[in-house]
C-alpha cells in the first residue's frame, strides 16, 4: 500500500470514531436540551445572622421569582429546629420569605439558597408610545400617583419634568432627555434612604435616589413607572442590593438603571428579587441582626438542563473537566478551540472563494478583537489604527529602516497611544475610552502593520484591494465565531476537531477554479457559450 492509501485508511478510521463518538453523547445532550438558553448561571446563598428578642421575632425577606429571562431553581433552605419558614406570594407578584420563631434570646443562623439563570433584556423603543385607555388607568394607578419617597406631584419635580419636555419631538426622545438628566447626577455610595427630591437638592445619589427620582419624573409626565429591586450577582460576597427602574411603554414593563447608565436594557447578571420601593430585609425592631449574600458563579452549557456532574459523566471524551476543574479559564478555552473553525473559515474563503486575506490566521485574530471591542467600533478603530500606523511608518521608511524595528515602533505608539487615551476616558469619564484592552489592540496594530508593509510592496490599490477582501473574511469569521453556543458545542464535542482536519484535507485536495475568477473571466464564459 502506498502513502495515499495509507493517509485515506487513516482519515476514514479517524472519521468513523469522531462521528460514532459524537453519535453516543447527541442522545443524552438531545434529551436534555433547554430552550431557555441562559447566558450567566450563579449560586446564591442569603446568609443570615440574628439574635431573637424578647418575645416573638420575624426577619422578613423577598425571595426571586422566576419570568422571561430569569429562572430560580434548586431552591433549599437551611435553619435550626427553632424557626418556622413559610413563604408568602403578595397581591402584586412579590414572593416574601419569613422566618418566625417563640424562642427568646437566642442566636439563629438562616441560609437561603438557589440557583439563578439569567438572560439579559434589551428594547428598542418606539417614537410613540401608545394612549393608557382609560380602562387600564384604574389597574395602573399605584405607578402613577405620587408617594413618600416618589414625589412625582412636587413643583420641583414638575418644573425639571416641563424642561425635560421642552423642544421633544416624540415620546422617545423625552424618555432619553429624562434619562439623561438623572444619569448626570454625580453617583455617591450613599446608604441610607434617599426620595426623589434629596435627590434633586444634594445633586449626588446612590442608585435608591436616582431611581426615585426617574420614576417621579416618567409619572409626573405621565408614563406609568415602578422601582424594581434585586441583586447585581458577580463572583464574591456583597451586602448590597440594588434598584432600578421600570417604565411601562406599549403594555411593555421597560427596564432603566440610570446609575449604570443602562438604558432600555439590564445585563444577564441582575436578579430581579422584588417590584416595587420596598426594603428587601425587614425583621423585629431591637435585636442583632448580620447578613451577607454568598455568590458563586457556576460554569454551564447554555442550552443544556443538565449539572456539571451529569455533563462530565456523558463521555470521557470532553473538555467539560477543563472547564470545571479550572485548569483552564474559559475564555482562553473558548479562543483555542474557536481558532480551528476561523481558520478553515478562511482556508475555504481563500481556496474555494478566492479572496485574498493578509495571512490565514490574521483575519480570525481582527474576528476575536471585534468581539471584545463591538464590531462597528472594532471595524473603526481598524480603520483608525491603519491610518496612524502609516502616518507613523512613512518616516521610518524613509529612513530605511527593516521591517522588524518599524513593528516594535508601531506597536509602542500604539500602546502609548491607548494608555493616553484611557486616561483621558478615566478623567472626563468617557466610557468606551476605558474599555480598550491590549489583545484587540495589538492584533489590530499587526494588521495595520501589514497594511503598511503590502503598501510599500504592492502599491497602494493591491493593498486596499487586499485589505478590503480581509475586512471581508474577517466579516464572515465574526458572524460565525459570535454564535455563542457554539464554544459549548465544541467544549461537549471536541471530535469536531477532528472532522475539521478531514474537512481541511478535501480542501487541500481542491485544484478546481475559484468562484470569484467566474466573475473576473466572465466575457470569456459568455463568449464560450455563445459560441
Known sequence: MNLKTNLRTVLILVSVVAIVSIGLKLKPILMNYDNFNPEVVYKVNYDYFFKSGDKHTAVKTFVPYQNLRQRISEEKIVNDTTLTFIKDTLRNGNIKGVWNTEIANQYHAVK?????????????????????????????????????????????????????????????????????????????????????????????????????????????????????????????????????????????????????????????????????????????????????????????????????????????????????GGVMPKNALNLLLLLPIGGLLVAFLRNIIGLKTFGVFLPVLIAFSLLHTGFVFGIVLFVVLILMVGLVSYPFERLGLLYTPKLVISLTFMVSLMIITTMIGIRYDILWLTTLSFFPTIILTIAAERFARATTEDGYKEAIDKLLQTLLATTVCYLVLSWSWLPSVLIIFPELLLLIIILAVFLGRYIGIRWVEFYRFRPLFNESISK
Not at 418606539?126 to 419617597?149: G, M, S, V, W
Not at 418644573?159 to 419636555?165: R, Y
Not at 436578579?271 to 423585629?284: A, K, N, Q, S, V
Open 112 to 324: 437561603y439558597q438557589f440557583v439563578f439563570e439569567g438572560k439579559e433584556t434589551r428594547h428598542t423603543l418606539p417614537l410613540r408610545f401608545d394612549f393608557i385607555a382609560e380602562k387600564h388607568k384604574e389597574h395602573l394607578q399605584d405607578y402613577l400617583l405620587p408617594t413618600e419617597n416618589i414625589q412625582s406631584d412636587h413643583s420641583n419635580i414638575k418644573n425639571i419634568a416641563a424642561q425635560l419636555q421642552e423642544e421633544t419631538q416624540n415620546d422617545k426622545e423625552i424618555i432619553q432627555n429624562v434619562f439623561d438628566y438623572v444619569a448626570a447626577i454625580p453617583s455617591a455610595p450613599i446608604i441610607t434612604l434617599t426620595d426623589a427630591l434629596t435627590a434633586i437638592e444634594q445633586n449626588r445619589a446612590s442608585c435608591n435616589g436616582k431611581s426615585r427620582l426617574f420614576v417621579a419624573i416618567c409619572r409626573n409626565l405621565g408614563h406609568p413607572a415602578r422601582i424594581k429591586g434585586g441583586i447585581i450577582l458577580e463572583n464574591t460576597n456583597k451586602r448590597t442590593s440594588h434598584v432600578w427602574a421600570e417604565v411601562l411603554i406599549n403594555e411593555v414593563w421597560v427596564p432603566f438603571d440610570a446609575l449604570n447608565n443602562h438604558f432600555a436594557y439590564i445585563p444577564a447578571n441582575y436578579l430581579e428579587i422584588h417590584t416595587g420601593d420596598e426594603f428587601l430585609i425587614t425583621h423585629t425592631a431591637g435585636i442583632q441582626f448580620d447578613y451577607t449574600y454568598h455568590i458563586d458563579e457556576t460554569h454551564h452549557i447554555s442550552f443544556l438542563n443538565m449539572n456539571s456532574e451529569e455533563i462530565s459523566e456523558l463521555s470521557s471524551i470532553s473538555l467539560w473537566s477543563l472547564v470545571k
